[in-house]
């Protein structure tokens, strides 16, 4: 079994030693090789990695996000050839000890995709409001999917060949949601297992501040959504301007048979107005659901 550990990093410098010792020291239970994507540092991240003579080092030439990273070490790991591929953080802020049990989990129930499972209410760094955020969001990913996972945006994963052959990442932000809302869509099955994780060495880089974190993570949303739930999406945004087009029209008819149809005129063009937007909302649905079917026939 060919397996490769990925390692996205920018400007990571100072910890991308500790993270590939950890690694080297904790992964014990099967063969595997180094994978550094480099996603345009302006420190010394490339040299350090080539000083720790990882087996894989690709570096970007500028800093395109983690999600685009991402799908650069799931194109390698394609293109290679790779039976597994574990994502994990150059911020070593996943313990490497887990490796071996992501391992163990996708050989033991066969699924496409294992994610380490932070217990968010004993993480005492995280603050109250980001706690309640990230378990929102996994509960939101999770009604959206109909797939149960209790941490929705950990990075620390392995994927099948098959998940790696499937998978297509359209964030550059990240790549958490997005793998999971197309796992569903793809019929890849999900796992659990739970993780600890170490205390910080540095602050985020991914966002910067809660708000940002919120606005980029529902983009994400909305438009995977989109893409792998097209008529549930625009089924339930057209309801709102059935709802204000349905109104109208309905006082129209009962002015209209009290014989005072002729002043309410603007009713009835208001409501049909609103009902031509929301008949062609659902028109789009229906359009995007069989642009979907012919996608999946391919």
Same mark, same amino acid.
């Given at each position: 079994?060919?397996?490769?550990?990925?390692?996205?990093? *920018?400007?990571?410098?100072?910890?991308?030693?500790?993270?590939?010792?950890?690694?080297?020291?904790?992964?014990?239970?099967?063969?595997?090789?180094?994978?550094?994507?480099?996603?345009?540092?302006?420190?010394?991240?490339?040299?350090?990695?080539?000083?720790?003579?990882?087996?894989?080092?690709?570096?970007?030439?500028?800093?395109?996000?983690?999600?685009?990273? *991402? +799908?650069?070490?799931?194109?390698?790991?394609?293109?290679?050839?790779?039976?597994?591929?574990?994502?994990?953080? /150059?911020? !070593? +802020?996943?313990?490497?000890?887990?490796? @071996? /049990?992501?391992?163990?989990? $996708?050989?033991?129930?066969?699924?496409?995709?294992?994610?380490?499972?932070?217990?968010?209410?004993? =993480?005492?760094?995280?603050?109250?409001?980001?706690?309640? &955020?990230?378990?929102?969001?996994?509960?939101?990913? #999770?009604?959206?999917?109909?797939?149960?996972?209790?941490?929705?945006?950990?990075? &620390?994963?392995?994927?099948?060949?098959? /998940?790696?052959? !499937?998978?297509?990442?359209?964030?550059?932000?990240?790549?958490?949601?997005?793998?999971?809302? +197309?796992? +569903?869509?793809? !019929?890849?099955?999900?796992?659990?297992?739970?993780?600890? =994780?170490?205390?910080?060495? #540095?602050?985020?880089?991914?966002?910067?501040?809660?708000?940002?974190?919120?606005?980029?993570?529902?983009?994400?949303? =909305?438009?995977? &959504?989109?893409?792998?739930?097209?008529?549930?999406?625009? /089924?339930?945004?057209?309801?709102?301007? *059935?709802?204000?087009?349905?109104?109208?029209?309905?006082?129209?008819? =009962?002015?209209?048979? @009290? !014989?005072?149809?002729?002043?309410? $005129?603007?009713?009835?063009?208001?409501?049909?107005?609103?009902?031509?937007?929301? *008949?062609?909302?659902?028109?789009?649905?229906?359009?995007?659901?069989?642009?979907?079917?012919?996608?999946?026939?391919?």
């Amino acid at each position: 079994m060919k397996c490769l550990i990925q390692i996205p990093c *920018f400007n990571e410098q100072d910890q991308l030693a500790q993270i590939i010792d950890d690694i080297r020291v904790h992964v014990s239970a099967f063969d595997y090789e180094i994978l550094v994507i480099d996603d345009g540092s302006a420190d010394d991240t490339v040299k350090v990695a080539q000083e720790l003579k990882v087996e894989h080092v690709i570096s970007l030439k500028r800093n395109m996000g983690l999600g685009y990273a *991402f +799908q650069v070490g799931l194109n390698f790991a394609k293109k290679k050839g790779y039976d597994y591929l574990i994502n994990t953080d /150059a911020d !070593n +802020q996943y313990q490497s000890k887990y490796i @071996n /049990a992501l391992y163990h989990s $996708i050989l033991n129930t066969k699924s496409d995709i294992v994610i380490g499972v932070r217990d968010h209410d004993k =993480i005492k760094h995280f603050s109250f409001l980001k706690k309640w &955020f990230q378990k929102t969001g996994s509960t939101v990913v #999770r009604l959206i999917s109909g797939i149960k996972t209790a941490d929705a945006v950990s990075g &620390f994963r392995i994927y099948s060949k098959e /998940a790696i052959h !499937n998978l297509f990442v359209t964030s550059k932000f990240s790549y958490t949601l997005d793998t999971i809302l +197309q796992a +569903q869509d793809k !019929n890849l099955q999900i796992t659990e297992i739970p993780i600890e =994780i170490n205390p910080p060495l #540095r602050t985020s880089r991914l966002f910067k501040g809660m708000f940002q974190f919120i606005v980029r993570q529902l983009t994400i949303i =909305i438009k995977c &959504f989109i893409v792998y739930k097209p008529f549930e999406f625009f /089924a339930i945004v057209s309801l709102l301007p *059935f709802i204000v087009g349905i109104i109208p029209i309905i006082r129209f008819i =009962i002015h209209y048979f @009290n !014989n005072e149809g002729g002043g309410n $005129i603007q009713s009835l063009i208001l409501g049909s107005m609103s009902l031509l937007l929301s *008949f062609i909302l659902l028109a789009l649905g229906v359009m995007g659901f069989l642009i979907k079917d012919l996608r999946k026939r391919k």
